[in-house]
């Protein structure tokens, strides 16, 4: 437990401007500062070893050590610029280089020495609060760490549990909205249950000037954050992070955990996997199984939980915030593949995820001077050849992105499609012979029967929500892609049939 006031003064000695900042090199001693009291030897500490640090989704591997050992903990803070969603960047400010950051894995009882360095490249003071300490302000009292700095300190880790950590230096809300937070668990005496699979999601909401989509890169919005209205809800730090090729991996008949974190700032997630019931939940990370046969878990901003299902039948499993707008709109999905054979008497085979990923798309973007710009731009550019070239290149790279996200839950990731239930785009006869028809397709979705390559469908696509351009993009990619070859699609194309069917 930590007293109130003294996570008062962490809080207002974090809140101190750095007397030690810019230009100045790092300090060369390592000794104790002055007023430090001398450690006392701890008997049950035995050796001493380096802490496996991983990026999310990966988890280090289980603590096998039947002793209390000295764990070493380097974690250096450094701010990057990375992609938040397709064309949208934002200066994430990192605890390792990642959002969330790196998973730290001890033991109970272990003594941890943390050292915490701060970038030279870094424009801010950084310091680390975890919840797995017990004293004051968690470690951030003794880890306020200037630019091109770094800080030490020890704890005991005293409480088994699944603890979030991150930075708690003034105004607190911004750095943690800016990306800093992580997860350390600290593993029981007798260890967690043996599983085939672990894994680190961790959710954030993030609160940019722009709205979700919106290309660019994106400032903090401090309104928007203190109105606890964000443009995006994430799992691990970017829309897609865990979509695709990205996706967590696992076979049928196997036993996965998630390690599931919320940094919030504000929001409580309402953490689901659809299609699955999860075993064992360790509500709030805490290390007392109390709940088994959980439909949907709370994680508070600032805490956790850890979940574990074993997986019955293949298929692809989504992640998400169940307050939908957030996994829809706003980017809190992801997904887990999980291979092997079918098992009919558990589930009868049709797909579940494709009507749910029909939804699931960016909405447009650019205001009207922009539009108005871009479509100058594009007039200039399509009377150049060369350029011409460039900017269908653009198109393709473009709508990859949009296909793993919109279409290939239906039409599958080379664009084979299902024989007899979506058909293939790749080498599709139908799609290559016309090409309006096909973006009349996708904008009002189609039914009835149709012939691809000979082979009859009667199936229905519903309407994909997407923005005339992304409706360009992903249609230039599909009719380039796979052995087809095709002229761009351009937006203007698109916009002349949007207004048609408007008109019908
Ligand atoms: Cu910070």
């Keep these: 437990m930590k007293p109130l006031s003294a996570a008062l003064l962490a809080f207002l000695f974090t809140a101190l401007p750095a007397t030690t900042h810019g230009a100045e090199p790092p300090p060369t001693t390592t000794g104790p500062l002055p007023g430090t009291a001398a450690k006392g030897t701890d008997p049950e500490i035995v050796g001493e070893e380096k802490a496996v640090l991983t990026p999310a989704p990966n988890v280090p591997p289980p603590i096998r050590r039947k002793h209390a050992t000295k764990v070493v903990v380097k974690l250096e803070v450094i701010e990057v610029v990375k992609r938040m969603a397709d064309g949208v960047d934002y200066l994430f400010w990192t605890f390792g280089g990642d959002v969330p950051g790196l998973f730290i894995r001890v033991r109970e009882g272990d003594l941890v020495e943390f050292h915490l360095g701060n970038h030279p490249t870094s424009k801010m003071p950084h310091n680390i609060d975890l919840h797995a ?18 800080s030490q300190f020890s704890f005991k880790a005293l409480n088994p549990g699944l603890f979030v950590y991150h930075c708690a230096t003034a105004p607190v809300g911004m ?7 992580g997860l350390i668990l600290v ?3 007798e260890g967690l249950p043996p599983v085939d699979k ?11 000037k722009g709205k979700f989509g919106e290309e660019g890169l994106q400032p903090f919005d401090q309104q928007k954050a203190e109105d606890e209205k964000p443009s995006y809800v994430l799992f691990n730090g970017a829309v897609g992070s865990l979509v695709g090729d990205k996706a967590l991996k696992a076979n049928v008949g ?3 955990r998630l390690f599931v974190g919320n940094g919030g700032p504000n929001l409580t997630s309402s953490f689901h996997v659809i299609g699955e019931i999860f075993d ?8 007392k199984l109390l709940q088994e046969n959980v439909q949907t878990t709370i994680v508070p901003a600032g805490g956790s939980a850890i979940v574990d299902f074993k997986l019955d039948v293949p298929g692809t499993f989504i992640l998400v915030d169940h307050a939908l707008f957030r996994a829809f709109n706003k980017g809190a999905l992801g997904m887990l593949n999980v291979e092997g054979p079918q098992n009919l008497l558990v589930y009868s085979g049709k797909e579940v995820d494709a009507t749910y990923l029909g939804d699931y798309a960016l909405p447009g973007s650019a205001d009207s001077r922009v539009a108005a710009l ?21 198109f393709i790279e473009k709508g990859k992105r949009i296909y793993a996200q919109t279409c290939f839950a239906c039409h599958q990731a080379e664009g084979q499609g299902i024989s007899g239930v979506f058909p293939p785009l790749a080498k599709s006869d139908y799609l290559m012979a016309d090409k309006a028809r096909a973006i009349r397709g996708v904008i009002n ?42 002229d761009i699609v351009t937006v203007e194309e698109v916009q002349k049939v949007h207004a048609e069917s408007v008109n019908q």
């Design 133 to 150: 300490v017990t004293g004051p302000g968690g470690g951030a009292t003794s880890s306020f760490t200037a630019p091109g700095h770094s």
């Design 254 to 256: 196997e036993r996965v």
């Design 445 to 486: 979705g189609q039914s009835g029967e149709i012939i691809v390559n000979g082979q009859k469908y009667n199936g229905v696509m519903p309407p994909v929500l997407l923005s005339d351009e992304q409706i360009a993009h992903v249609l230039t990619f599909v009719r380039n892609a796979w052995g087809n070859t095709g």
């Design 175 to 181: 750095h943690v909205a800016n990306g800093m937070y």
């Design 187 to 189: 593993e029981p005496k």
């Design 198 to 208: 672990e894994f680190y999601v961790m959710q954030g909401d993030f609160y940019t």
């Design 374 to 394: 871009q479509s100058d731009l594009k007039r200039v550019i399509a009377a150049d050849p060369k350029i011409a070239a460039i900017g269908k290149d653009l």
């Design 280 to 287: 064992h939940v360790y509500q709030e990370g805490g290390m």
